[in-house]
């Protein structure tokens, strides 16, 4: 019992249809896969895109694919030479003969092969069990890869959230730097925007952080931006994190911060002191009991 896609961001739609394999495996009494592919084919197929929007990276989509209780995922290194396997090939070489495929279940907007020959009809042709799954809507949009990213580039990440089911999240090692804000008295973990991953809006956001080596969540508040006030010559995005009610040091450690609410957007100040007055104005949406004195 088998899917195939990119599955990037792992939304809504996507785990629809995971549902509807795992179901179809418990009904046929066969093992459920997905198979998917790394890295992205769009490297390669619209080479001019940019390349940092992935929603999730592949550590990710196989934690979230394990958390599904998914049994098998196969992961298909796409390069040039991949890019040109026909449709044709792809099924009867790839689904058929190496991986067995009794049943196949696809979105309806599935292509494959080069050129994008394939899609479901054109599987009629070989000997599967075939599930074609219906878009799933989001207030009358359609639920996808790219509706996230439109949201995220936008700062709408409520909206984002509910396309795909879960929080936002970003992972990364804390980063140890001139330790500015701890100087304003805002202590931050800092995580460097990864090369491939999408970002979002600059501004400043309501998040909750997970810190893996402690099994805690913490309330927080995170800026991604280049810190315009402190005008520094290094104008990288990053992504700068203020845990509430906590002082334990994690430079070297993980953390996982997950994005709940956009509160404004990144700006320049007139002043440190005006900078320190804005930030306690945005830790006073957290929880009271978060608030520092």
Do not use: W
């Not at 990119?6 to 179809?24: A, C, T, Y």
């Not at 799933?136 to 990213?149: A, G």
């Not at 996982?256 to 900078?275: A, D, G, N, T, Y």
């Amino acid at each position: 019992m088998l899917t195939i896609g990119n599955f990037d961001g792992v939304h809504l739609g996507h785990s629809q249809i995971i549902s509807q394999v795992k179901k179809i495996a418990k009904e046929k009494n066969l093992a459920s896969a997905i198979l998917t592919f790394e890295p992205h084919p769009i490297y390669f197929l619209r080479p001019e895109k940019p390349r940092d929007f992935r929603i999730t990276s592949l550590a990710q989509k196989l934690e979230i694919f394990r958390q599904q209780e998914i049994d098998y995922v196969i992961i298909l290194p796409f390069n040039q030479n991949f890019s040109e396997i026909s449709a044709h090939d792809f099924a009867q070489k790839i689904l058929s003969e190496t991986l067995n495929a009794k049943h196949l279940v696809i979105g309806y907007d599935f292509t494959f092969g080069k050129n994008r020959q394939g899609n479901f009809r054109f599987l009629e042709n070989f000997n599967f069990g075939l599930s074609e799954i219906s878009p799933l809507k989001n207030s009358e949009q359609t639920c996808s890869s790219s509706l996230v990213r439109k949201f995220l580039c936008e700062g709408k990440i409520a909206e984002a959230n509910q396309v795909l089911g879960r929080n936002f999240t970003i992972h990364g090692v804390v980063n140890e730097g001139r330790k500015l804000a701890s100087q304003l008295g805002f202590p931050t973990a800092n995580l460097i925007a990864k090369p491939h991953v999408i970002k979002p809006k600059f501004g400043v956001y309501k998040t909750q952080t997970f810190i893996p080596h402690l099994k805690k969540k913490f309330s927080s508040i995170t800026n991604f931006g280049i810190k315009p006030t402190l005008q520094q010559s290094q104008n990288e995005p990053l992504f700068e994190t203020h845990i509430a009610d906590f002082s334990e040091e994690i430079y070297g450690k993980k953390i996982h911060v997950e994005f709940l609410s956009f509160i404004r957007e990144e700006k320049k100040f007139s002043s440190l002191e005006e900078l320190k007055i804005q930030i306690r104005r945005d830790l006073a949406q957290l929880d009271s009991n978060f608030f520092p004195q």
